[in-house]
Each structure stands twice: as structure tokens, then as C-alpha cells.
């Protein structure tokens, strides 16, 4: 379910209806010798496109799920009458009447037409009518998702209103051998007869050729093709001659203009809505104007106009606040409430299902083809929408005390039931996503904030890092990347359909990755990967295509799937954060230094580990690689990376290490126990990870860690410009250390070999000062609470030490704490080091060989968060830093 | 852009003209265009714009006019396809009647609207009643009139035995005297005389036994089946359940008492069990239970005494989801005729006829059907490969000839489905048809009996059978050629072909979890099945044992 912009709710219902999509011959393989993709997936995928028609005449499409065997649930806007209630009632409409559905109907159908689809199911009860009477169509998409009926048994359409061409061109069914090339499928033109005759039976207040057989029906529909007045024709047979010809000129027009035989002389929709006979009508409506998205050139608000009085804005206090929400936010918040869509079919009798043992076939061959199994009667098609009960989502306090949120502009919602928020999200994330209450707080509050981006793009910062709430996590994303600008133009001028040489590999990655998931694996999901991905390779020319890169598109396609724009521009924005250069043709510079400093990061936090991993020699090359370069998408589903993504969009480039260093964690024991071939082993197929748990450990590890720490000399380079306008305030966790102003005191760049020699990461003196609190001027830029503990240990002689040291600092010669052997030897030395165990140990020196080595030799035994000053004792001397100590007295 | 060959009927190419004025320049863009169209519009504009460097104030009426042709050409192509249908009717190049016809059946077939009433099917509604009854408090009940009834099958039975023994007894002492004469006063003829008389009467007797016992399972499930309708009725009609309390509670008392006298039957033997909690799937993984067992295949299906620990629970179990979605089902390993007349297909038939099954035909009339479809099968098949003769199927050639030489047998790979409600833990029975070829060493993933096993994954799959028990060696008895070797690699294709199947059925089905049971025979050792249960953990991802460290 993605966020788009949809209507509210309103007068509208949400109703269900069920079909089946037809089973796939057995064991029968694709082109490229991998299973076929079922019908259902492929309807569902088709599917998606329809949530984004949205049109006042069409019934909003909000989601189809699948069911057991096949079965696919639709759910859509919906309302209980229908032009069907005419034709039940026996009456006929006026002509005024006619005409303005009429005009409604051809209205939803230009609509879908301009959007490259045709209803051909129309019918008195897919015409639907709102409160006011307005025309909504509903089950338009059905053609559409059906791959023109190719994917379903049943004939799309119903037999008294099908157009002769379409009888003509008979009854397709892609398992009939007979046929082996598909008829072009119907035309737009195909809806303005069935419209004819709908209009026809509302003039005449009686349905037509109800009470033949269907094929005796279709007959004499193709035997109008002899007759000059089809009109006349079809009242006389109706008996309704009268009713007919007392029609006014414009009426009876309309009805020959709808039911002309030949489709060369019909009008197609969009020719009839500008014909005369609606001259008396057509000033009614005003043409539909889509909304501006968030991402486009055009001023959003330009036609905004605001009342006089603001306060006017605030005042419908009794208004029902669910009616004002979007339509798949309502249903959403339905699901969450409990909503379970097969039991309300079920409820309805609308799924009837036959005990499984009952309808066992009985005996099967080789190739799988089965005998001895009746037709079950539950697979039938009965396409009754079912209304969705609404009560208990209104039942939900939250929606009568919506009054409590106040415009954005002040801050976040104070409402009396705040507290027990807060209590909320102390919850854990997946108790707190199921919460229907706080679902929906989240929800608005988002909206709201995404309504007004990039302007409260820090708000926007600061609610996500309690949570994002999964409907709207596209757009967040995208908040958070920072996409701004028109988008999908720059989408639409990159060539996706040019052959390009990275063609084959994309061909053979996409069928293996995240297929799992239903979206991702369908023809659509396919098409849309293809096109992302191409467009990234096409607009990309420094950087190549990686095996990895399709995992890394996959949540973004997922989030957006029917916005490519928005997930291309997600994924071009995310990669240079967090990826840079790791899409090189030659990516192997920063691959190792980017191994090493995980390596290092694995000492600094988890010695243990990391003695054992290299002892085995168990090293980050031969497993990290996917980790990194994939950021995880290759080792996780999709619903474990929205989580983990959540947090790492929070962070900076650095953060990914941490979450290595977690999943070691989180597997240690097993590691610890294992040898060479059995980590082999369990990494090849990775284990299960607790997510929350990863999450909550890297954030924990992202603060014990010194920033300057991750440093790397292949990061990103500082931006050279600011953010300007409505840019976020970087604050520090989320900024990248490369950003900073780089002066004298920052790390320097050092060759990869010897970063490779080295077991434990380097600080800048930078860093050394602010977590030592050693400057005196400036504010520091973290509060105390969040700031890690901290040890300097200076190696030098003493005699060095007393010439000046950094205040606060323990000196601790080298060679007095270590035997020959690497052992501690019992000194007082050494208990002034085991008492610092867990802090942030620095080893200050003059050489940083010895300063490395003297870190080796106490990660060797077990010393976490042991770090090294960058450029020794020396970088300080410039700073006026070191103090000399008094004499004692 | 692509010349796309062939199918110059429904793809045509036309040229879409555009001129503009670029300064002083007159400029003429043509753009050949597939139709019909398949490329967003937006992205061809884009392409068009980049490609040839169109100035940007054109870019809008590029892009309306690159819209308005292509949908004027379309609307032409449709009017122009559905014109020409109507004509091949006019022409009568296609049958009115025929297409009617055919438009009329697919609605018949396949809408609820149109399709024929449906006939009221009684095992339905009785499958209804009873799984309404099986989930109240009338099961006990319900258990307890089965097992009543169970134990007076066995009663007979008992008696039927004892019968037949004493009849063998007397024949076989009748015949030592006779043998004793031979050569005195007897001749060979007579002693094959003596012999047939008492094969003869041997064959009455069974027969007499027979025709009772299907008399009598004939009148249980009468009796039975009314009796829950009625049970059935009178709930619905009285909310006072008391009463109805009452009067289930009545049998028990009468019930325990003939349980107490049943006490023949089997001895429980001690089973050799190990489970395991497996992942499979490389990025979402889904979790299932494989149990490795070490019984004999009827264990599944015969009932144990009705005191002894778990087998009422047992029982209680298998009534309980007889009509719901997680069904149970074994595989049973026979030859290529359906029938029960020898070997292990006997044996089931034995025990399938210990108990009256109270809602499926009997095993004979479900082999009798089955063997109507076979030949059914078999007249399609080959009437199909007339029409495709080009089609040649793999290794079909030496496989039709074994067909022509009897169509009612089945084929290796081939299988059978057999429903039962009177066994103890398993309502549906795969009759996978092998040959002699599962003894041999080398077969390998592409064995017709692993084939099979696939496709009776895939039945599981469709039709919610969620515990399935398969034979892990492939055979139910050990014999002498089947070593430690043997078995080791046996069981490692099995392992590994049943985890891709599994792997397989998770995309068919979302990764339902499902419990795998792979049996092995009795005769197989301790040891080698703890050989055989580390090498499961090999093949299969074990999850984590949970441990609970505490935090620092």
C-alpha cells in the first residue's frame, strides 16, 4: 500500500469483490526456463497502476489482495445505488437526468481513455450514484488488470451490453487451442454502445433482452447491424415505441449516436462529450483538474485561496473527521482495526469454499495433470460488491477528537491524550505500526508535515526518528533523501528504451531478486525495475552497473511503484550518501578501505570477536561485500529493510558499519563457536536477524563511536555549496564527518596498507578535544549526557609526559604494561587500564607505530573501543592544549 | 527502432510527421511508430527531444501533437479490427451459431449468474453438519458411537479370524491323515482332491465373512450418518442443551465399558522420532517442522487401544480437521495396478477396513473409480497425441508401449488419492506407483518416483494438506542390497529434492507452514538413523536454538 494523493473519503464506502484469476496450465515453463509468473500476480501487479486514476466519475481503486488458490480480492470506493435501483424499480429517468449521467459516465470514461484503458464491463450496476446523485463508475479497471480478460476464465462484460464487434471477435479464452493469436483487444468506442443501451433501458424504464438466452441475445444484438433504426428497432421489440418517441430530439440522438453498429461511425467518448446534444448540459461541469503533486515545477498552492477569516478553516467541529481522510488511509486504518476482507466476503456468502477433502482429485500423472476433480462451484465468478464495514474504525475515539490538531504552524499535536502517545512510543516498532489510535496520529501528522515539504523538511527529520509511519514511508524517504524538483521530468528525458550492453545482466538479475514479494515479482514489477535501473546505468555514465544494484532499487520500486520518478530519484540520492563510488567500474580502492575500516570497527567494539575472526581469518571480504554494497538489501527481506532503512536514512554514511558490527553481534556465539567453514557456511544463507534488535544495537554502537573513527579518505567529498532555502540544520549525528570544515586538526588521508596495519581506527585530535572536553572556547557540540566516556593514555616516557600533556590524561609507557609476550603484567598501570575497560580508551604517542601497536596489544586482550590520536602528541602542540603538571607541594 | 518482423497483421508501422520552425529553419520530424503502441508516450517524447535536440519551447507541442496521432491511429486500427470481425460474420467466415454458442458457454461455465443451479450434494451438507458437530461439545460423542462402533467391527473380525483358523486347524489335520494314507489307500488325485475341497471351503468362508462385514459397515454408516443428522436437527432446534447434554452423556458410561472389553489390537512400539524447526528462502524465510521417524507405515493408520495415552486425543485430532484446511496425508508406495490384492496394498486394505469409514466410500469402491480414470486418462492422453504427434514427449516411446500393453496399470511417478476418515492420524493416502528401480543405487532427481513426489507436493499445496509423511528411502521393507551406503545416499536425493519441492511450494502458496514427516522403516538401526538425522541439519537450514543471554 503506497500513500498517494486520493480523495477523502466522503459520502463513499469502501466495498470488496472477489474473482479468480485462471490457474496456469501445470509444469509448463517461461522463455527463460524459470516458472511462470501466476495470473494472479500478474493481475496484481497490473493492478497498481489504477490507485493513481483518480477522477470525480471513477470509484477510487485503493488495493487488490490475493487470497488462497488464485483468488484475488479488489478493494475500491464504493456506494449502494446504482443505475441497477432504476432498472429493479421499473422507472424511467427524465430526459434532463439522462442526459447529465450520461454526460457523467462519458465523462469517467474520457478519463480512463486519456489513461489508455476501457471499461467494457459497463452495466447498470457499475454505474454507481453518490449521495448527490453524481455518476461514479466502478469495476473500470477490470479489463485493464485482466490483461484484456487474458488472465481470468470469465468474460469481461455483461452479455445484454456487449458491443456487436466485441461479440464478433468471440469469446477469447487463452486456453482455447484454437486461437493462437489474441484479437486485438476492445476499443473505447466498445463502452459507447454499451452506454447506448444502458441509456436506452433508464429512457425506457425496462431492461433489455432479459428474459432470452445469452446466445439467442448476442444473435440479435448482430442482427441490428441489418437495420436502419436500431433505436426503433430495439423499442419495438421492447414494446416501449411509445416512451421512445416521446423522447426529446437531443435524448433520442444520443441513444443513435451510442448505438450505431459500425464502430468507424460511432463516436468515441471523447467526440460525443463535446457533441450538441449536451449543449444544454455541459456548462454544468467544470473539467477536471488534476492536483499538482509534491514534485513538480508549478507552484503548488497556486490556486489556493484562503477565506477571509482564517479561523473559518478550523470551524466544521461536527463534522465527521473520517470522511475527511484519504480513502486508502481510511482503509489502511481498517486493516489495522481488524479488517479482515475475506471474512466479510465470507460473511456475505460471497466466498463459498468446499472442505479441501471434498475436491482432491483422484488420480494424477507424471506431468502433474490431475483427474477425478469436479468443477468446484466456489470458483464460479460472482462479482456482488461487498461494503466494508466502516463502525468499528469509527468507534476509534481518535477520529471525534481530531478537533485537537491544530494547524501545522504551531507545534506538534497537543491533545489530552498525548500522554498515553507517549506511553505509545515507548512500545516496541511492530506493536506500535499495528496500532490503529496511534497509526492515525502518525499518519496526519505526517501528512501534514509531507503537505508543507520541503518548508518543515526538520520536522520532517525530527518525527522520523521516532518512526515513519509505513503508509506514507515513500514519501518520507524521499523527505529524507531530500528529493526536491520536478522529478518526473528529468525522468521522462532520460532514454530507458535505447539498448544498452548492461541490458542482459539487468535481464538475468531481475528474476532472482526479492521474488518473494508479490509486486517485485509480477511483469509490471519487472518492467518498472528494468526502467529504473536503465535509467540510473543511462544517467550514470562514471559509474557502471554492479550486480547488487537491482537489491539496492528493490525497496524504492517497492515504495513508489507507481511513481518510477520518485524511486529513481530516491535511489540516485541515496547511493552518493551512503554508496559513493562503490558503483565504479573500478570500485576495488574503496571497497578495501571501506572493509578495513568495518575490520577496525569490529575491534574497536567487539575484541573478542574480532581476535577469534582473525585468528580464522574469517575476514569482512569474503562476507561483507553484499552487506555494503547492497546496504543490506541483498541479505534482508523487504519488510526488515524498511526498518533498518528507517533508522540508516537517519544516520550518515558511517552508520552502516555499525549495523555490521550488530549482525556480528547478534550471531556472536555461533561465531565464536565456529571454525573457517562452518562461518562459511552460515553466512552463505544468512540466519535470521532480530531487526529491532540490529536497529537498537548500531544506534547504541553509532554513539559510542568516535565520529572522526569511520573516517575515509574515498568518502564523499564535502559539498562544496550549502543547502540553501528551506535546508535541514545538519545536526551532528546526521551529518558526515567529511562535511565538517576540515582544518589542522582533522584526520589526514593515509595509504591503504597501512590503514590495513592497523587493528584499531584513528581519532582526529578533533575529536580527542571535544570528548575530552579540552576547548575552551565555542560550545561543544554534544551535551555531556550523550558524549561517550573517554580515557587518554599517553605511551611516552614519563620524562615526555611531564613535559606537557593533555590534562586529564594517565601516562602508561609502553613497555611497562606489557610482558614480552604480549601478556598485561600486573602494575599499578595496568589497574588504572582494567578500570577503564568500556570507556574510549585513546592511545596518544609520539610515533603512531608504536601507538598502533601498542592498541594491537590491548585489543589482543580484550580491550573494547580502543582508538589511536591521529598525528600523535604533536597535532596538539599547536593548540596551546597541554598543560604541565604542577609540582606537588 | 526495432523492425519487428512477422504479425504484419496486428503491428503496423506508420510515420508520424511534425514540422516546426526553428529561427529561419523549417524543420520536419518523422518518427516511424510501432503500433499499436506499447511504449509510453512520455518517455518517446523525452527520447524524441534528447535524440534529436529539439528546442525546448517546442517540447509541449511536441508532446500534444505525439498524443493526438497516437490516439487518432488507434481508434483508426481498433475500428479497423472490430470492422473486419463484424465482416468475416457477414461474409460467414465464422458460424453465428458457433460463436453464440461459444460466448454462451463461457458464461454458463464459469459465472454464478449464468451458471445451472447446482444439485444439492448431500456428502456436502453432511460434511457441513459433521464439522459442525465434531467442533461442539458433542464430539466426545461423536468419538465415542465411532469407536463403539469400532470395536464391534473388531469383534467380528476377531471372530472371523479365530473362524478361519479353526477351519485351517482342521483342514491341515485332515490333511496330515490323508497325507498318511497316500500311497495306501489314497492317490495323488485324491490328496489334490482333499486340497481343493478345502481351498473351496477356505473361499466360502471368507466370502461369508466378507459379505457380513460389508453388511455391517453398511449398516453402521446408515446409522451413523442419521444419527448425526439427527443429533444435528435436535440441537438446532432445542436451545435448551442441557437436555441434549443429557443425552449425549448417556452412552459414555455404556461406551467405557466396551472400550474396557476392546482391548485387542496393537501393542504400541516404541517409535524413534526426531524433530526439527527449518528456515527456508534466501531473503523472507518461512518456517516449517520436519519430523524423521523411524515406523512402520501403517502406524499412521491403525487405531491403538482407546485407554492408552493420546490415541483418543489422536482420534479427536484427525475428526477435527477432517473438513478443515490443514489436512494429513502419507505416502504409500505400491505397484502399477490398482488394486489391494498383495503386499503392503493389502495390508492397508486391512487395516482401511478395521474401521467403517463413516463419510467416504470404502477403499474397493475408491480403487473402482480410481481404475475408471486411469482408463479414462489414458483414452485422453492418447487422443490428444494423435492430434500433436509432433510432440514428442520424453522417453514417451517406451512408455506408450507399456500403456498399449494394459492402460488400466499405472505408471512410475504416477499416483492415486485415496480420502479415509478412520484412520488415526491421516485423512488423504498418496498411492505412488514405483518400480523395481527404487531399489537400485543410482536414481537420481529425475526419477520418476522424485517426480511423483513433487507432485504430490503440489496437491498438498492446492487442496491444504499440511502434514504430509513421506517414505525417506523410497521403500517401506529393508531388504539385503540396501546398505549403509545405500541409505546414506538414498536418503541424501530425498532430503534434497523434498527441500527444493518445499522451496518451490512456498512460491506457489505465500510459505505456508507445512510439517514434513520423513519415515523410515523399522528394520533400519539406531545407529543408522542417528546417521540419517545429522544429515538433515546438513541439507536444511536448522533455526537457531534460542539462547537467553542476559545483557550487560
Avoid at chain 2, 36 to 55: A, C, F, T, W, Y
Avoid at chain 2, 167 to 172: G, S
Amino acid at each position: 500500500l503506497t500513500w498517494t494523493l486520493m480523495r477523502p473519503l466522503k459520502d463513499a464506502q469502501l466495498g470488496a469483490f472477489t474473482f479468480f484469476a485462471s490457474a496456469l496450465p501445470h509444469d509448463v515453463c517461461g522463455s527463460n526456463g524459470l516458472p511462470l509468473t501466476p495470473n494472479s500476480i500478474k493481475i496484481l501487479g497490473r493492478f497498481q497502476i489504477l490507485k493513481t486514476l483518480t477522477h470525480p466519475r471513477l470509484c477510487q481503486y485503493v488495493d487488490i489482495s490475493r487470497g488462497k488458490h488464485e483468488r484475488l480480492i479488489v478493494v475500491a470506493e464504493h456506494y449502494e445505488s446504482s443505475l441497477s435501483d432504476f432498472q429493479k424499480r421499473g422507472i424511467t429517468a427524465s430526459p434532463e437526468k439522462v442526459l447529465q449521467m450520461a454526460y457523467e459516465v462519458l465523462e469517467g470514461l474520457e478519463f480512463m481513455n486519456k489513461h489508455g484503458m476501457v471499461h467494457r464491463a459497463l452495466s447498470g450496476h457499475n454505474v454507481l450514484l453518490d449521495c448527490k446523485g453524481n455518476v461514479k463508475l466502478a469495476k473500470f479497471g477490470l479489463y485493464h488488470m485482466t490483461d484484456h480478460g487474458a488472465d481470468v476464465d470469465f468474460p469481461i462484460g455483461y452479455p445484454s451490453y456487449l458491443a456487436p464487434e466485441v461479440i464478433a471477435q468471440g469469446s477469447f479464452h487463452p486456453s482455447d487451442p484454437s486461437r493462437d493469436v489474441a484479437p486485438l483487444p476492445s476499443g473505447p468506442k466498445t463502452d459507447v454502445w454499451s452506454l447506448g443501451v444502458l441509456l436506452f433501458e433508464l429512457c425506457a424504464g425496462r431492461r433489455l433482452l432479459q428474459n432470452i438466452d445469452i446466445s439467442e441475445r448476442l444473435k440479435f444484438i448482430l442482427t441490428l447491424g441489418c437495420m436502419d433504426d436500431i433505436v426503433t428497432v430495439l423499442a419495438e421489440e421492447h414494446g416501449c415505441l411509445d416512451t421512445i418517441k416521446e423522447l426529446p430530439e437531443n435524448v433520442l440522438e444520443l441513444l443513435r449516436k451510442c448505438l450505431t453498429f459500425l464502430p468507424s461511425k460511432r463516436p468515441t467518448p471523447t467526440d460525443l462529450l463535446r457533441d450538441h446534444v449536451f449543449n444544454g448540459v455541459s456548462c454544468l461541469y467544470t473539467p477536471f483538474q488534476k492536483p499538482v503533486s509534491l514534485f513538480s515545477s508549478s507552484l503548488r498552492c497556486a490556486h489556493l485561496e484562503l477565506p477571509e477569516d482564517i479561523s473559518e478553516l478550523c470551524k466544521d467541529d461536527d463534522e465527521d473527521y473520517l470522511s475527511e481522510r484519504a480513502i486508502d488511509e481510511v482503509y489502511h486504518l481498517w486493516c489495522l482495526a481488524g479488517g479482515d476482507l475475506e471474512k466479510e466476503l465470507t460473511n456475505k456468502e460471497i466466498i463459498q469454499s468446499k472442505p479441501p477433502i471434498c475436491t482432491l482429485p483422484n488420480f494424477v500423472l507424471e506431468d502433474g495433470e490431475s483427474f477425478g476433480q469436479g468443477r468446484d462451484r466456489s470458483f464460479l465468478l460472482d462479482d456482488t460488491t461487498v461494503t466494508l464495514s466502516l463502525c468499528q474504525l469509527r468507534n476509534v475515539r481518535e477520529y471525534t477528537s481530531l478537533e485537537k490538531f491544530p494547524l501545522m504552524q504551531s507545534s506538534l499535536p497537543q491533545s489530552n491524550s498525548s500522554n498515553e502517545l507517549s506511553a505509545t512510543v515507548t512500545l516496541p516498532l511492530i506493536i506500535r505500526e499495528r496500532d490503529t489510535e496511534y497509526q492515525l496520529i502518525r499518519i496526519i501528522l505526517f501528512d501534514r508535515l509531507l503537505k508543507a515539504y520541503p518548508y518543515k523538511k526538520n520536522l520532517v527529520w525530527k518525527e522520523a526518528r521516532v518512526d515513519i509511519p509505513p503508509l506514507v514511508r515513500g514519501l518520507a524517504w524521499a523527505a529524507l533523501l531530500g528529493i526536491e524538483g520536478d522529478i518526473q521530468a528529468k525522468y521522462e528525458s532520460i532514454d530507458k528504451d535505447t539498448p544498452i550492453p548492461t541490458d542482459r545482466q539487468i535481464e538475468v538479475d531481475i528474476p532472482r531478486c526479492h521474488q518473494y514479494d508479490e509486486l517485485l515479482s509480477s511483469p509490471q514489477g519487472h518492467v518498472k525495475f528494468r526502467r529504473v535501473l536503465k535509467a540510473w546505468v543511462v544517467s550514470h555514465p562514471d559509474l557502471v552497473y554492479w550486480q547488487g544494484l537491482d537489491s539496492l532499487c528493490a525497496p524504492f520500486l517497492y515504495l513508489n511503484f507507481n511513481n518510477e520518478a520518485l524511486a529513481y530519484a530516491c535511489m540516485s540520492a541515496f547511493i552518493p550518501k551512503y554508496l559513493y563510488n562503490f558503483f565504479l567500474k573500478d570500485n576495488s580502492h574503496v571497497i578495501q578501505e571501506y572493509l578495513t575500516v568495518f575490520s577496525q570497527m569490529i575491534a574497536f567494539h567487539d575484541p573478542e570477536l574480532s581476535n577469534h575472526l582473525n585468528e580464522i581469518g574469517f575476514i569482512p571480504d569474503l562476507y561483507a561485500i553484499p552487506w555494503f554494497l547492497t546496504m543490506f538489501t541483498h541479505v534482508f527481506p523487504l519488510h526488515k529493510i524498511f526498518h533498518l532503512w528507517d533508522t540508516l536514512l537517519l544516520g550518515n554514511s558511517s552508520f552502516p558499519f555499525c549495523i555490521g558490527v550488530a549482525i556480528l553481534q547478534q550471531l556472536r556465539d555461533r561465531l565464536l563457536a565456529n571454525g573457517f567453514n562452518e562461518c562459511i557456511l552460515l553466512f552463505s544463507d544468512l540466519p535470521e536477524i532480530d531487526i529491532e534488535r540490529c536497529v537498537r544495537e548500531s544506534i547504541n554502537l553509532f554513539c559510542w563511536t568516535p565520529k572522526s573513527a569511520t573516517y575515509r579518505q574515498h568518502a564523499q567529498p564535502p559539498k562544496t555549496a550549502g543547502d540553501n532555502g528551506f535546508g535541514k540544520t545538519a545536526t551532528y549525528y546526521s551529518s558526515d564527518y567529511q562535511d565538517m570544515s576540515k582544518t589542522d586538526l582533522s584526520r589526514e588521508p593515509l595509504a591503504l596498507c597501512d590503514l590495513k596495519a592497523e587493528v584499531s581506527p584513528r581519532i582526529s585530535a578533533e575529536d580527542l578535544i571535544d570528548l575530552c572536553e579540552l576547548s575552551l572556547a565555542g560550545p561543544t557540540k554534544r551535551t555531556r549526557a550523550g558524549k561517550p566516556k573517554i580515557v587518554a593514555v599517553d605511551i611516552r616516557s614519563a620524562e615526555d609526559f611531564s613535559r606537557g600533556h593533555i590534562s586529564g590524561s594517565v601516562n602508561i609507557p609502553f613497555g611497562t604494561v606489557f610482558s614480552p609476550d604480549g601478556e598485561l603484567v600486573q602494575c599499578p598501570a595496568t589497574g588504572i587500564l582494567q578500570n577503564s575497560r568500556g570507556r574510549v580508551i585513546v592511545v596518544i604517542c609520539h610515533a603512531m607505530k608504536s601507538a598502533a601497536m601498542f592498541a594491537a596489544h590491548l585489543v589482543k586482550v580484550n580491550f573494547s573501543r580502543v582508538c589511536i590520536l591521529d598525528g600523535g602528541i604533536n597535532k596538539l602542540k599547536s593548540t596551546g592544549l597541554l598543560t604541565v603538571p604542577s609540582p606537588q607541594i | 527502432m526495432k523492425k519487428n518482423k512477422g504479425k504484419a497483421n496486428s503491428t503496423a508501422e506508420k510515420e508520424f510527421v511534425f514540422e516546426f520552425r526553428a529561427g529561419k529553419h523549417n524543420c520536419v520530424l518523422k518518427v516511424p511508430l510501432q503500433f499499436p503502441v506499447q511504449e509510453n508516450i512520455s518517455d518517446l517524447h523525452g527520447r524524441l527531444m534528447l535524440l534529436h535536440k529539439i528546442p525546448c519551447y517546442i517540447e509541449s507541442e511536441l508532446k500534444s501533437s505525439l498524443l493526438n496521432f497516437v490516439e487518432k491511429e488507434t481508434i483508426l486500427d481498433y475500428d479497423r479490427e472490430a470492422e473486419l470481425a463484424l465482416q468475416r460474420l457477414t461474409a460467414g467466415d465464422v458460424d453465428v451459431n458457433q460463436l453464440t454458442s461459444a460466448w454462451s458457454r463461457s458464461y454458463v461455465e464459469t459465472t454464478l449468474e449464468h451458471a445451472r443451479p447446482e444439485e444439492p450434494s448431500w456428502d456436502e451438507d453432511f460434511a457441513d453438519v459433521y464439522h459442525e458437530l465434531i467442533h461442539s461439545p458433542a464430539s466426545d460423542t461423536l468419538l465415542n458411537l465411532e469407536h463403539n462402533y469400532f470395536v464391534s467391527i473388531s469383534e467380528l473380525i476377531s471372530e472371523r479370524d479365530m473362524e478361519i483358523k479353526k477351519l485351517q486347524e482342521r483342514q491341515a489335520a485332515e490333511m496330515d491323515k490323508v497325507m498318511h494314507e497316500l500311497g495306501n489307500t489314497l492317490s495323488d488325485q485324491d490328496v489334490n482332491a482333499v486340497a481343493a475341497q478345502h481351498f473351496d471351503a477356505q473361499q466360502v468362508l471368507e466370502n461369508k465373512w466378507a459379505s457380513e462385514l460389508k453388511q455391517v459397515t453398511g449398516i453402521q454408516k446408515q446409522e451413523y450418518q442419521e444419527w448425526v443428522i439427527k443429533l444435528h436437527q435436535d440441537l438446532q432446534k432445542s436451545n435448551n442443551s442441557s437436555k441434549i447434554n443429557e443425552e449425549i452423556k448417556v452412552q459414555p458410561s455404556q461406551l467405557s465399558e466396551l472400550a474396557d472389553s476392546g482391548t485387542r489390537i496393537y501393542e504400541e512400539q516404541p517409535q524413534l522420532e526426531e524433530s526439527f524447526t527449518i528456515h527456508l528462502g534466501a531473503q523472507l524465510k518461512t518456517m516449517h517442522n520436519l519430523r524423521l521417524v523411524r515406523a512402520d507405515v501403517l502406524d499412521f493408520c491403525k487405531h491403538r487401544r482407546h485407554g492408552s495415552s493420546g490415541a483418543k486425543l489422536r482420534r479427536l485430532q484427525t475428526a477435527l480437521s477432517l473438513y478443515s484446511s490443514s489436512l494429513c496425508g502419507l505416502v504409500l508406495l505400491v505397484d502399477n495396478r490398482v488394486n489391494s490384492y498383495s503386499g503392503i496394498k493389502r495390508d492397508f486394505a486391512t487395516v482401511a477396513k478395521e474401521c467403517t469409514d463413516f463419510h467416504f466410500p470404502c477403499l474397493e469402491g475408491q480403487l473402482e473409480e480410481v481404475q475408471q480414470l486411469v482408463l479414462y486418462a489414458r483414452a485422453q492422453r492418447s487422443s490428444k497425441q494423435k492430434d500433436q504427434p509432433e510432440i514428442p514427449r520424453n522417453g514417451g516411446e517406451d512408455k506408450s508401449k507399456n500403456v498399449e500393453r494394459n492402460p488400466s496399470n499405472i505408471l512410475p511417478g504416477e499416483f492415486y488419492i485415496s480420502r479415509h476418515s478412520n484412520l488415526s492420524e491421516v485423512h488423504v493416502v498418496f498411492h505412488l506407483c514405483v518400480d523395481d528401480n527404487v531399489r537400485s543405487g543410482n536414481i537420481t532427481a529425475r526419477d520418476p518416483a522424485i517426480m511423483g513426489l513433487r507432485n504430490i507436493l503440489k496437491v498438498c499445496c492446492t487442496h491444504d494438506i499440511t502434514t504430509v509423511t513421506v517414505p525417506l528411502l523410497l521403500v517401506h521393507d529393508m531388504s539385503e542390497e540396501m546398505t549403509i551406503p545405500w541409505c546414506l545416499k538414498r536418503a541424501e536425493l530425498v532430503f534434497k529434492c523434498v527441500k527444493g519441492f518445499m522451496m518451490e511450494m512456498a512460491s506457489w502458496d505465500g510459505g505456508i507452514s507445512r510439517t514434513v514427516q520423513f519415515l523410515v522403516p523399522k528394520s533400519i538401526s539406531e545407529e543408522m538413523f542417528y546417521q540419517l538425522s545429522n544429515m538433515l541439519p546438513q541439507i536444511f537450514r536448522v533455526s537457531s536454538t534460542l539462547t537467553l543471554t542476559s545483557k550487560h
